[in-house]
């Protein structure tokens, strides 16, 4: 398994770990023809104040998902991190925000609008805050969701209800600027902020490394950019943390790792894409 998840009990950082077989299904491949994610409806519920820069320290208590409430203090970094690799059989979502979240109810019914099903749920506290992790799987079909359109879905419905009940959270969230109700304490720079690495992974995959700055529709928008240079995406994890977003995805080529030649084309594919420089298309 390439890409690990926090563990309960024990939590650590991400790690390269053992590989997985060599027979991984491709998720997505080919030249994706995505619509970016207007057909998600992510409703903001309140309008965002413009040019506050302030870190809100609430006096009062916040409301939780479960009705009770809490004494806020310095505001946590919120995450959410959503996992192909750990489970065969179930995307694996996890989400923290300190010690401040309930028992995320409305949130896992919101999953179910989407038409999912919450197969298992756990959480775990450790010196970082309450870990939130539940596996979900597609009502339909009973298996992982796969589809960049609706992990994206899945991601912005987390958001928003975060921002919903913890409306504290939108400070430290790039989607505090258009749906929460305080701005981003700080506005980060992409180009500083987007770094892409490729590595060899055995053989027959490559691990594709990304980290800029998050916005919404990144998940579909990074997927397109790969496959449309038709290289294969097999299995990954993507991580909001809060103004950054962190994707690991394996990606191969006809079967293959990727050569030297093609790592480069496809870093520079994501970095031009991501970063807008002024240079022209064919620069590279």
Do not use: W
């Not at 690990?4 to 997505?28: D, I, N, R, W």
């Not at 919450?118 to 796969?146: E, P, Y």
């Not at 504290?168 to 304490?185: I, N, R």
């Not at 500083?192 to 800029?212: F, M, Q």
């Amino acid at each position: 398994m390439a890409v690990a998840m926090l563990s309960c009990g024990m939590c650590t950082s991400l790690k390269v770990t053992e590989k997985q077989p060599m027979s991984v299904p491709v998720f997505f491949s080919g030249s994706l023809a995505l619509n970016p994610v207007q057909g998600l409806c992510i409703n903001p519920k309140r309008l965002a104040f413009a040019g506050s820069t302030i870190i809100p320290k609430a006096s009062s208590a916040t409301a939780l998902e479960d009705g009770s409430s809490q004494v806020t203090a310095a505001v946590p970094t919120p995450k959410v991190i959503i996992d192909l690799d750990s489970d065969p059989d179930a995307t694996v979502v996890e989400v923290t925000f300190g010690d401040r979240l309930g028992a995320l109810l409305d949130t896992m019914n919101a999953l179910k609008n989407l038409g999912l099903n919450v197969v298992k749920a756990n959480v775990c506290l450790d010196s970082s805050g309450k870990h939130n992790k539940f596996a979900i799987t597609k009502a339909s079909t009973g298996r992982k969701v796969d589809d960049p359109e609706l992990l994206e879905a899945i991601r912005l419905t987390i958001i928003n209800n975060m921002m919903e009940y913890h409306p504290e959270s939108s400070s430290m969230l790039a989607m505090g600027e258009a749906f929460g109700v305080f701005q981003p304490y700080q506005k980060i720079d992409v180009d500083i902020a987007t770094h892409i690495h490729v590595y060899d992974d055995g053989p027959e995959r490559s691990l594709l490394c990304v980290e800029t700055a998050d916005r919404p529709g990144l998940i579909v928008d990074l997927v397109k950019i790969i496959t449309d240079i038709n290289i294969d995406v097999e299995s990954g994890e993507f991580d909001t943390e809060g103004l950054l977003a962190k994707a690991k995805f394996h990606v191969s080529y006809k079967g293959k790792a990727l050569i030297k030649p093609l790592q480069q084309v496809l870093a520079n594919s994501l970095r031009y894409f991501l970063r807008r420089p002024t240079t022209e298309d064919a620069s590279f």
